[in-house]
């Protein structure tokens, strides 16, 4: 039975990101796969987190607007928390949600682009966030490959089940992430035990490489763009497509745009050019025109269709879909 730990003692912080943020564009992202760690409703989330050996319950309010962000922090805990404890906590926070990058150059330079425009103007502020550590960033990126959503979500709440406990706060129930530590304790047949097929020795290597000091996230986020690559591509079962996501969603580099895979390809060739299929040539050289901004516009174009069908059926989309 999965233990439920309740996170009673809070502390409330608040801070204002870098304009322009859209707090709902970044806080949830319609066309990522549904974990039971986190829960958005329009102006609010709340998402579970590990740091430094506790658990934590963040609840994040928003209290401004895209061109004057505030946004109020609620850090739930099963202990009063120090002031060291949070001096630290402060910036990784800062750094998972992205709130210091400036991506109002690339509003204003494209606000009246013929394709970009008209999605600028509704998620003006839009930008890639983390939310996760490195660690559990690449145990969902295992999940996702070659599965369907339906199929992921199952390998990963059963992997929630063994390791870790759910938290309670806020009147919500959410699961948490686990120390690569206590992976890395387990075999490889009891992760094959989970339903995750040849994913376990994946998730076992990676495991050893973090307890093994093999790969430093806070080295990383001051390395290039190149020397990140080359440091994620030691990563076992990770591939360059992967990298790419990772240099984009986790270390923030907006112009990363070299590999789109195939059910990318197929939604961006309607989108863009309004056909069934075109090269992944054809779809690079026209994000070519964003030099600098490139895996940023395709974000926007990207997000906003998936939040699009939040609202409509779309027909031809839900065929490219793998549910």
Same mark, same amino acid.
């Given at each position: 039975?999965?233990? +439920?730990?309740?996170?009673? %003692?809070? *502390? ?12 709902? =564009? ?15 409703? *329009?102006?609010?989330?709340?998402? +579970? ?15 401004? +607007?895209?061109? #004057? ?27 998972? $949600?992205? $709130?210091?990058? &400036? ?23 839009? #930008? ?18 070659? =599965? ?11 992997? $929630?089940?063994?390791?870790?406990? #759910? ?9 948490? $992430? ?6 890395? @304790?387990?075999? %490889?047949?009891?992760?094959? &035990? ?5 994913? =376990? #020795? ?19 986020? @001051? ?6 690559? %080359? ?27 070299? +590999? ?28 070519? *025109? ?13 997000? &906003? ?19």
């Amino acid at each position: 039975m999965v233990k +439920t730990l309740a996170l009673n %003692e809070k *502390k409330s912080i608040v801070l204002e990101p870098k304009a322009p943020y859209n707090f709902d =564009a970044n806080f949830h992202k319609p066309s990522h796969f549904p974990s039971s760690d986190n829960i958005w409703e *329009k102006g609010k989330y709340w998402i +579970t987190m590990l740091w430094e050996g506790q658990e934590l319950g963040l609840k994040f309010e928003n209290k401004g +607007t895209t061109n #004057k962000p505030k946004i109020k922090i609620n850090i739930y805990s099963q202990k009063i928390l120090s002031k060291q404890f949070m001096e630290n906590l402060i910036p990784e926070i800062k750094w998972r $949600f992205n $709130f210091d990058s &400036d991506i109002s150059g690339f509003c204003d330079k494209y606000k009246n682009d013929k394709i970009l425009g008209k999605i600028i103007k509704k998620w003006k502020g839009m #930008k890639p966030i983390a939310a996760n550590s490195l660690y559990e960033t690449l145990i969902i990126y295992i999940v996702l490959q070659n =599965a369907a959503v339906r199929r992921s979500v199952q390998m990963l709440e059963n992997l $929630f089940k063994k390791f870790d406990k #759910k938290v309670k706060y806020d009147n919500k129930v959410l699961s948490a $992430f686990w120390e690569p530590e206590k992976m890395a @304790k387990s075999s %490889e047949q009891e992760l094959r &035990d989970l339903k995750v097929g040849y994913r =376990a #020795k994946f998730f076992m290597r990676l495991a050893e490489q973090f307890v093994n000091k093999e790969i430093d996230e806070f080295a990383l986020r @001051k390395m290039s763009k190149d020397e990140v690559k %080359e440091e994620m591509l030691k990563l076992y079962g990770i591939g360059p497509a992967s990298v790419e996501y990772l240099l984009f969603e986790d270390f923030y580099f907006c112009g990363a745009l070299e +590999t789109i895979p195939p059910w990318e390809q197929k939604i961006m060739s309607k989108l863009i050019f309004n056909e069934k299929l075109v090269s992944t040539k054809k779809i690079l050289d026209f994000f070519k *025109k964003f030099k600098g901004w490139e895996k940023l516009a395709f974000h926007y174009i990207w997000e &906003d269709i998936f939040w699009r069908r939040k609202h409509e059926h779309i027909e031809w989309l839900e065929k490219e879909i793998r549910l």
